[in-house]
């Protein structure tokens, strides 16, 4: 009986933290607020002359949010593009995500035409966390992203799904608690299974998916990856000491390395020791 009256609570608690970054919500996720920031001291710093900056030609990068995801928990890991010499914008999901991922996409189709229009830029590059990395990839598989992306990068993205979605309707509270986007992230959801259909990396798109063992909520890990081609990189298969959390996939030095890298099409070479 108790577990039951404590089953609400803990489903709660579950969905208010599923795929969340915490931090203060701004009003809107506009390039005006990404593009122009200032780079702190030490994101400059960080920016080492190792080959691996921005060319002067390199194509804009959007960093698309997750699930819950304020744009400003983003502005970490756009401080660093931009040290590298990248022209960033933030992308906050319609709703923080919790809407239906299609429609997602179609908003974010919008936002692209937007930073190509304004920088004159034929392709853009998507860095993608969590719910971000399905949003991104149902824009470029259906919605006409393969001729404006030119360089995709996952980081912590259920592609094939997450039990983590099905724990709500495990404990009593039906399917997701109604929250659209948990119900097309469970496994076997008829969202996944159309996006899944056929070839998981079309087009001419560069594919980079980041994954890490202590992902508290891609589980199992391993759909965190895709097929195809698409270059699939395990923190831990090159540095088995670091801990990356789903979450710290945005600010972990490691995973930055390889997301650099991934930009720049250069051979994927973790740094264990980055910060």
């Known amino acids: 009986m108790l577990l039951r009256k404590a089953a609400p609570v803990l489903a709660l608690t579950l969905t208010a933290v599923l795929f969340a970054p915490t931090a203060a919500a701004p009003a809107s996720a506009a390039p005006a607020t990404t593009k122009a920031s200032a780079v702190p001291a030490t994101a ?51 709703n923080l995500g919790l809407g239906d991922i299609v429609a997602s996409a179609g908003a974010l189709r919008g936002f692209v035409g937007q930073v190509r229009s304004a920088t004159g830029a034929a392709k853009i590059d998507v860095v993608a966390h969590s719910e971000g990395g399905l949003v991104s990839r149902y824009y470029i598989k259906n919605l006409g992203g393969g001729d404006a992306v030119g360089r995709y990068v996952s ?7 997450t039990y983590v979605a ?67 990189v395990l923190i831990q298969s090159r540095c088995p000491l670091r801990v990356v959390g789903h979450l710290g996939l945005v600010l972990d030095g490691t995973t930055y390395t390889v997301i650099r890298q991934a930009l720049r099409d250069a051979t994927i070479n973790p740094n264990c020791f980055a910060l």
């Open 155 to 161: 980081l912590g993205t259920p592609q094939y799904g």
């Open 166 to 232: 099905n724990i709500v309707t495990f404990l009593g509270l039906g399917s997701c608690a109604g929250i659209v986007a948990c119900q097309q992230m469970t496994i076997g959801s008829s969202f996944l299974a159309a996006l899944n259909a056929g070839d998981d990396t079309p087009g001419q798109v560069r594919w980079t998916t980041v994954r890490t063992w202590q992902d508290e909520l891609v589980r199992p890990v391993d759909n965190a990856t895709l097929a195809d081609g698409a270059t699939n």
């Open 44 to 94: 400059e710093a960080a920016a080492s002359d190792d080959g691996l900056r921005a060319l002067a030609n390199a194509n804009p990068v959007i960093v698309v949010g997750g699930l819950s995801g304020f744009a400003a928990a983003y502005e970490p890991l756009a401080a660093r593009l931009r040290a590298d010499g990248y022209r960033v914008w933030i992308y906050e999901l319609p």
